[in-house]
C-alpha cells in the first residue's frame, strides 16, 4: 500500500488566501444585509486586497496549481460580481419604485463579471484568446469593476447632495459592466515602471495614498476610480499607435 503524497504548506497558502478573501466577501454581504454600509465596503476592499495578494503569493512560493487558480475564479466572481451588486441595490435601489431598475443594472454587472472571467480562463488554456499583454489588460478587471460600480455608493456616503438619479446610476453600473467585457485595453499596475531617481517621490506617494484612504476613504476612491476612467482613451491611444 502506497502512502498518499504529502502537500507542503507553501502549496496551499494562496488557496487560504483567497478563501479568506470568500470570508471577506461573505461578511461585507452581510454587513450590507444588516444596512451597515461602510463596514460592508471596507470588506469588499479587504477582498480586493486578499485578491492581489493570492496571486502573489502563489508566485513567490512556487505554487500555482489548477486547483487555485478555479478557486479565484470563483471567489472573485463572488466578490466583485455578486457582493457588490446586492450592496448596490440594497443601497440604493431597495424599497423605491426603481427597484426593478436598480436589479436589473445589477443583474448585468454580475453577467458581466461572469463572462469576464470565464474568458479570462479560456485565455489561459487558448492561445488565440489574450487577456493580458505585456503592459495592460484587456477589458476592466473583475477588482477594478468592483471598485467602480460602487462609485455611487461613495458618492452617496461622501454626501453629494443631489445624487438621487436612479436611472443614471443604472446607466454608469451597466456601462461598467461592459467594460469588463469589451476589448478596450487598461493599465496594469504590477508591470508599471518607474526610474530608480523616482522611487522616493512613488514611496511619499503610496504613503500619502494610504493616509488619505485611512482619513477621507471616500473622496479618496472616487478619484482613484476618476482617474481609472480617464486613463482608458489613453491606454486605447498607447495600444492603437504601437
Same mark, same amino acid.
Given at each position: 500500500?502506497?502512502?498518499?503524497?504529502?502537500?507542503?504548506?507553501?502549496?496551499?497558502?494562496?488557496?487560504?488566501?483567497?478563501?479568506?478573501? *470568500?470570508?471577506?466577501?461573505?461578511?461585507?454581504?452581510?454587513?450590507?444585509?444588516?444596512?451597515?454600509?461602510?463596514?460592508?465596503?471596507?470588506?469588499?476592499?479587504? /477582498? =480586493?486586497?486578499?485578491?492581489?495578494?493570492?496571486?502573489?503569493?502563489?508566485?513567490?512560493?512556487?505554487?500555482?496549481?489548477?486547483?487555485?487558480?478555479?478557486?479565484?475564479?470563483?471567489?472573485?466572481?463572488?466578490?466583485?460580481?455578486?457582493?457588490?451588486?446586492?450592496?448596490?441595490?440594497?443601497?440604493?435601489?431597495?424599497?423605491?419604485?426603481?427597484?426593478?431598475?436598480?436589479?436589473?443594472?445589477?443583474?448585468?454587472?454580475?453577467?458581466?463579471?461572469?463572462?469576464?472571467?470565464?474568458?479570462?480562463?479560456?485565455?489561459?488554456? =487558448?492561445?488565440?484568446?489574450?487577456?493580458?499583454?505585456?503592459?495592460?489588460?484587456?477589458?476592466?478587471?473583475?477588482? /477594478? #469593476?468592483a471598485c467602480l460600480a460602487l462609485m455611487p455608493v461613495f458618492i452617496e456616503l461622501w454626501g453629494w447632495p443631489e445624487t438621487d438619479f436612479p436611472f443614471l446610476r443604472a446607466a454608469y453600473i451597466i456601462g461598467v459592466?461592459? #467594460?469588463?467585457?469589451?476589448? *478596450?485595453?487598461?493599465?496594469? *499596475?504590477?508591470?508599471?515602471? *518607474?526610474?530608480? /531617481?523616482?522611487?522616493?517621490?512613488?514611496?511619499?506617494?503610496?504613503?500619502?495614498?494610504?493616509?488619505?484612504?485611512?482619513?477621507?476613504?471616500?473622496?479618496?476612491?472616487?478619484?482613484?476610480?476618476?482617474?481609472?476612467?480617464?486613463?482608458?482613451?489613453?491606454?486605447?491611444?498607447?495600444?492603437?499607435?504601437?
Open positions: 500500500m502506497t502512502d498518499t503524497p504529502r502537500l507542503k504548506l507553501r502549496h496551499i497558502v494562496p488557496s487560504m488566501v483567497t478563501v479568506f478573501a *470568500i470570508c471577506a466577501g461573505m461578511t461585507s454581504l452581510r454587513m450590507s444585509l444588516d444596512g451597515r454600509i461602510e463596514m460592508s465596503l471596507y470588506f469588499v476592499l479587504i /477582498a =480586493v486586497f486578499l485578491d492581489a495578494a493570492d496571486g502573489k503569493l502563489a508566485r513567490f512560493l512556487d505554487s500555482a496549481s489548477p486547483f487555485g487558480a478555479e478557486l479565484d475564479t470563483l471567489a472573485d466572481f463572488f466578490n466583485f460580481g455578486i457582493v457588490p451588486g446586492i450592496l448596490l441595490y440594497n443601497t440604493l435601489y431597495l424599497g423605491t419604485e426603481h427597484a426593478s431598475v436598480g436589479f436589473l443594472a445589477c443583474l448585468v454587472l454580475a453577467v458581466c463579471c461572469a463572462l469576464r472571467l470565464a474568458r479570462f480562463n479560456l485565455s489561459v488554456k =487558448v492561445t488565440d484568446v489574450s487577456m493580458k499583454k505585456d503592459d495592460h489588460f484587456v477589458g476592466v478587471p473583475a477588482p /477594478a #469593476l459592466g461592459l #467594460l469588463a467585457i469589451s476589448t *478596450i485595453p487598461t493599465i496594469s *499596475i504590477k508591470h508599471a515602471s *518607474i526610474k530608480r /531617481a523616482h522611487l522616493s517621490f512613488a514611496l511619499v506617494g503610496v504613503v500619502a495614498l494610504m493616509v488619505c484612504l485611512m482619513v477621507y476613504p471616500w473622496p479618496t476612491l472616487i478619484v482613484a476610480n476618476c482617474l481609472y476612467l480617464a486613463s482608458l482613451p489613453y491606454s486605447y491611444w498607447k495600444q492603437e499607435k504601437s
